[in-house]
């Protein structure tokens, strides 16, 4: 396709997308609002489809489809959901598909850390918390989106600009080694590349995260336990009956 | 930039924008809680994708640092769900957004001349602090019963005046 065209599908899928985070989002029937959620997710879809594919084989192509799909559907579907276990249970799926994302970035230890600390903990965490606190069932308050028009243009406006930011990335001339860069951004030593033999080993990541990062490492891990107390002391605490 | 990781970032950056929309949109408190978590998901894959660019594992580190405040932010959150819900017996975050101490300038009223206030002003000024022990007054046109009543079904929360855009 040529530039303009690209273009030109590129914002009709996310016009395409709005109008159905639009409908997903107001309270019309439930079949408008499902096929609204599809119609957003299609519409992020096809926008995605605009910008180079992975590369690989079939199999790599058809793995990122799956999981770039499961991941947005899940997510506006999760977003509008009115059942908060429901939305709790898309989030859930989503984790799934960005996990699997990670795993074609050549990142299986984080794949599997994110699902053991988010499907594993966080959302056992969530689900647990719903069910303490909405034990009288629907509420009038998971039925009415807030401002949804406003934030969807909003939000809207921003994915659009970044879109066309990473369009604008695709079309700059690729230097021979590595990407293009300014000349700050090479000075940068985020920027400059490694020399691990293994990319995605688990030895290269704890030498970059015990080795560079080690300070920062010993200051998370005291986050983490001051959080712990944090939680502890904030946790309300009877001495009879439920919450 | 090489050549497969546009479609990665179009993702990240679907996803972040789905968790913004979640954020403003959704009433109740856990989901917005759980659409921050959907907007770190975009900027983990963002990161990781920028990491494979520039071939490093700087991102990889990072988002290792993302997922333990993730972590911490998860359980301090929910934690103060639970104790907010305690004293109201509802996730609806509108009841919280009209906190502030009866004599400061409401955002959504308008502020009074300083010099009717003065001469309004008979009393000595106060340290504005909320008394300990007592009820605070939240607002003028918020029932109290919210506060001190338990039961979830005597409960009617003032619809929110910005509903209809």
Redesign the interface.
């Known amino acids: 396709m040529s530039d303009s065209a690209v273009q030109g599908v590129l914002y009709g899928s996310l016009a395409a997308g709005a109008i159905g ?1 639009w409908l997903a ?1 107001s309270p019309r029937t439930a079949a408008l609002r499902v096929l609204g959620a599809f119609l957003a997710s299609a519409g ?1 879809i096809a ?10 084989d079939v199999t790599n192509k058809i793995l ?1 489809w799956l999981f ?1 799909g499961s ?2 559907l899940s ?2 579907l ?2 509008t959901s009115r059942e ?1 276990v429901y ?2 249970l898309w ?1 859930a799926l ?2 799934l598909g ?1 996990c699997g ?2 795993m074609m ?3 299986p ?2 794949a599997a ?2 699902i053991i ?2 499907a594993g ?2 959302i056992v ?2 689900l647990f ?2 069910m ?3 034990q ?1 069932g629907r ?1 009038f ?2 039925y ?9 243009v ?3 406006l ?2 659009a600009a ?2 066309w930011n ?2 604008a ?2 079309k ?1 001339p ?1 230097a021979a080694a ?3 860069l300014t000349a700050e951004a090479a000075t940068n030593p ?5 020399d ?1 033999d293994q ?1 995605d080993s688990l030895r ?2 704890g030498l ?2 015990f080795g ?2 080690l300070y ?1 490492v010993e200051i ?1 891990g005291t ?2 336990l ?3 107390i ?3 002391a ?3 605490r ?1 001495a009879e009956g439920t ?1 | 930039m090489t050549a497969d990781s546009g479609c990665y970032l179009a993702v990240g950056a679907a996803l972040f924008v789905l968790g913004g929309i979640g954020f403003v949109t959704r009433r109740n408190l856990i989901l917005i809680f759980l659409s921050v978590e959907l907007m770190l998901h975009g900027v983990s894959l963002t990161l990781l994708t920028f990491g494979r660019m520039h071939n490093n594992l700087e991102g990889q580190s990072f988002t290792i640092f993302m997922l333990t405040v993730a972590a911490c932010e998860a359980a301090l959150g929910l934690s103060l769900v639970l104790s907010l819900y305690q004293r109201t017996k509802s996730l609806d975050v509108d009841i919280w957004s009209k906190l502030s101490e009866p004599d400061l300038p409401k955002w959504d009223k308008p502020v009074q001349p300083l010099e009717s206030r003065v001469l309004r002003e008979e009393r000595p000024a106060s340290p504005r602090l909320t008394k300990a022990g007592g009820l605070p007054e939240i607002d003028d046109d918020f029932p109290v019963e919210l506060a001190t009543s338990t039961d979830p079904r005597k409960i009617l929360t003032p619809s929110p005046p910005d509903d209809d855009y």
């Open positions: 985070m989002t992020l926008a995605v489809a605009m910008f180079s594919g992975p590369g690989g990122f770039a991941a947005l997510g506006v999760m977003v908060p939305a709790a989030f989503a984790t960005t994302l990670f970035q050549a990142a230890f984080l850390a994110t600390v988010y903990a966080i965490t969530f918390v719903i303490l606190a909405q009288q509420s308050y998971d009415r989106a807030r401002t949804p028009i406003m934030s969807i909003a939000s809207w921003m994915l970044l879109l990473f369009q990335w695709q700059a690729m590595g990407p293009a985020f920027s400059q590349p490694s691990v990319f290269a990541l970059s995260l560079d990062y920062a998370a986050l983490l001051v959080a712990g944090g939680a502890i904030i946790a309300p009877r919450l």
